[in-house]
T-cell receptor, first 113, second 119 residues
Framework: GESVGLHLPTLSVQEGDNSIINCAYS??????FIWYKQESGKGPQFIID?????DKRQGQRVTVLLNKTVKHLSLQIAATQPGDSAVYFC????????????FGKGTRLHILP | DAGITQSPRHKVTETGTPVTLRCHQT?????MYWYRQDPGHGLRLIHY???????DKGEVSDGYSVSRSKTEDFLLTLESATSSQTSVYFC??????????????????FGNGTRLTVT
């Protein structure tokens, strides 16, 4: 399997409970944020995005919250299922002298039976 | 997987040899990217393309070159592979520029990666 997830922070959640994964972003000028899910041996998979003019956005079983005051992003997964087990990471679209996307290192979500 | 195919999926090569990784998309997206992913690092951009024959460097471009002769194909070449280039390489595509702030942003969609080992 992938070795990318070594030494990542791990969140363990009981199956059926809600999961909250947090991300601190680096730049107050970032204006677009994305959450990705990465399962072992696969590429990152887009989950949900949010623009900086929004505080909250909901998808199917997922909600992203954006707090620009403290530069914090969170991903809430409702009724966590075994298939949610993966590494989750956020990305910010940084608009500055050198426009780029900055990816976080990720959090491993472990589902307890 | 958003119509992105990376080949090969696994490759073992020796130091000093050239290696080419291929990314093929069926989405007709204008923008394509090559990233590498290593333990302890987030995804890091190697090179990207904003159209046929239009490419630019990312943050870790040394030792890599790219080519895009067709909309659907983006090739990454390691000119002379080194052990530090052992990594998992991901190709990504997007409809809008992933590196420029705009009123229309779209997410990157990734392939399933190529695991490259340089011995």
């Amino acid at each position: 399997g992938e070795s990318v997830g070594l030494h990542l922070p791990t969140l363990s959640v009981q199956e059926g409970d809600n999961s909250i994964i947090n991300c601190a972003y680096s730049n107050s000028a970032s204006d677009y944020f994305i959450w990705y899910k990465q399962e072992s041996g696969k590429g990152p998979q887009f989950i949900i995005d949010i623009r900086s003019n929004m505080d909250k956005r909901q998808g199917q079983r997922v909600t992203v919250l954006l707090n620009k005051t403290v530069k914090h992003l969170s991903l809430q997964i409702a009724a966590t299922q075994p298939g949610d087990s993966a590494v989750y990471f956020c990305a910010e679209n940084f608009f500055g002298r050198d426009d780029k996307i900055i990816f976080g290192k990720g959090t491993r979500l472990h589902i307890l039976p | 997987d958003a119509g992105i195919t990376q080949s090969p999926r696994h490759k073992v090569t020796e130091t000093g040899t050239p290696v080419t990784l291929r990314c093929h998309q069926t989405e007709n997206h204008r923008y394509m990217y090559w990233y590498r992913q290593d333990p302890g690092h987030g995804l890091r951009l190697i090179h990207y393309s904003y159209g046929v024959k239009d490419t630019d460097k990312g943050e870790v471009s040394d030792g890599y070159s790219v080519s895009r002769s067709k909309t659907e194909d983006f090739l990454l070449t390691l000119e002379s592979a080194t052990s530090s280039q052992t990594s998992v390489y991901f190709c990504a595509i997007s409809e809008s520029p992933g590196t420029v702030s705009s009123s229309y942003n779209s997410p990157l969609h990734f392939g399933n990666g190529t695991r490259l080992t340089v011995t």
